[in-house]
């Protein structure tokens, strides 16, 4: 099971090689797979669940900061590429559960697709921060 928690911390790391730095919320979802509670397919969901709402909070965080930051037409563009991204987010979340819960075998699957939900959103946190550390460097 220590094998695993490595594997996906390295996939957490690699994902993002431009960045330097490792994200608290990244640290603190490998210091949870670290833990004996949590090496067990249970314990390894719940760690990317919890990393996946951090991320969320993320994501809002710099959706916000953007939408008070930008003029009013960039915003409105920022509203409807955030409405897109949300349909996006809830289909490839339904889609990945049903491959990996419908059609492969093995409870490691079910791992592999909380850890895919969570990057999703990753992703998209680590995009908007982007856009939102470039808009007030430039100002």
């Known amino acids: 099971m220590k094998q695993?928690?490595?594997i996906l911390f390295l996939l957490i790391s690699s994902s993002n090689?431009?960045?330097t730095d490792i994200h608290e919320i990244d640290l603190r979802n490998s210091q949870c797979h670290?833990?004996?509670?949590?090496?067990n397919t249970f314990g390894m969901i719940q760690c990317e669940e919890v990393a996946r709402q951090e991320w969320f909070t993320e994501m809002n965080k710099?959706?916000?900061?953007?939408?008070?930051?930008?003029?009013?037409?960039t915003a409105e563009?920022?509203?409807s590429?955030?409405?897109?991204?949300?349909?996006?987010n809830l289909k490839e979340h339904s889609f990945s559960s049903s491959m990996y819960y419908s059609d492969?075998?093995?409870?490691?699957?079910?791992v592999v697709n909380a850890q895919r939900v969570k990057d999703i959103v990753r992703t998209r946190a680590l995009e908007l921060k982007d856009y939102y550390d470039?808009?007030?460097?430039?100002r």
């Open 4 to 6: 695993l928690s490595l």
């Open 134 to 138: 470039s808009y007030t460097f430039v």
């Open 17 to 19: 090689i431009a960045q």
């Open 104 to 110: 492969m075998d093995g409870t490691m699957w079910r």
């Open 81 to 88: 590429s955030q409405e897109a991204w949300n349909e996006f």
């Open 34 to 39: 670290d833990t004996d509670t949590n090496q």
């Open 62 to 73: 710099y959706y916000n900061l953007l939408l008070d930051t930008l003029s009013e037409e």
């Open 77 to 79: 563009l920022l509203v």
